[in-house]
């Protein structure tokens, strides 16, 4: 076998100008790490949702991925693969706890106990209500057993399915159940001190009555507004209705009840997951996107980005066995659909 030749470019050494650019490629690589976990830990650890935090929530957060691609390229120029595993992490960092992407984690098939199963939707219809066609097309399409609806006009003739359950809540809170279904309480406007409601209904299934809740918690919209318009008390604002949103989690988790019997609590929250607001009142059901879903799963759509604020909660003995959010049917919502099995112990 002949010897190595001093030309072999495995023996060749990197050049100190190609040597010092993969250092200052992994630094690089290594501080937007750094960044990206310090941030994933303020949103997600820190007690009370800061301005700051709100404004992250409720924004473009794709902006935190954007410096994953010139670090990519530059980590491939100096052909450096420490740097591409350090951007590795960042972008799992970035892409889940920041994004709020999700995997969805087969789960075993329910026995006998399992058989009963409901499909619900929920959707806030931006005032275009049930007697939308797109949303009855939808509906045909897809078959779900329990419809809630939030910022619904009252329902026409016809609107609803023939032979289904229409309770109408008021004022915009619409419940639509193929199984009997009586109204059982509501929050009002006036509870919260700012828009919203909520409407509780008592339905009745072949594995029991079940208490479902409609929700439609205050927005910090307007103190979005206020902070991105420069308007004076902008940021008092959204502090202030940050603090009405907590107190009306609260109060509507509080008259829900525990997370016991099968209760299934739906509707636009107006806060995504990743808000100490929504851990605070509601981690103690579980979520059927958190659970069952794949990929981000925004439900509040802008011409830019997306936000996941429309959840579908369900409590043991419920199991998710699938979830979608739906197309575009003329409201700036989009619809999330949860199939759900009752599979007690």
Known sequence: MPAPSARDPALVAPSPRLDRWRRWTVRLAAAYLAAVTILALVVWFVAVESWPVTLFLFGPRWVV????????????????????????????????????GRV???????????????RVMTWNTAGSGAGNPAFQDYVEVVGPDLILLQESPP?????????????DAGPGAVVLSRLPAVAAGRVTEADFGAPGGCARVQVQTPVGPI??????????????????????GGLA???????VRDRASALVADWVGPPTDGAIVAGDFNTPVESTVYRRN???FRNAFSTAGTGWGTTKQTRWFGTRIDHVLYAPPWVCRGVRTGPSLGSDHLPVVADLAFQPE
């Not at 329902?155 to 309770?167: F, I, K, Q, R, Y």
């Not at 809740?213 to 004076?232: A, D, N, Q």
């Open 65 to 100: 991925a954007l410096p994953l691609g010139p670090l990519a390229l530059l980590a491939a120029a100096a052909r450096s693969a420490r740097s591409g595993l350090i951007l590795l992490a960042a972008a799992g960092v970035a892409a889940g706890p920041l994004l709020g």
């Open 104 to 118: 969805a984690v087969p789960t075993p098939a329910g026995g006998a106990g399992g058989a009963f199963a409901l």
């Open 155 to 167: 329902l026409e003739p016809g609107d609803a399915p023939p032979g289904w359950a229409v309770v």
């Open 211 to 232: 208490v479902v809740v409609s929700v439609h918690l205050p927005t910090p919209r307007p103190g979005i507004e206020g902070v991105m318009g420069r308007k004076p």
């Open 237 to 243: 604002e959204l502090e202030e209705l940050t603090r």
């Open 282 to 284: 509601w981690s103690g």
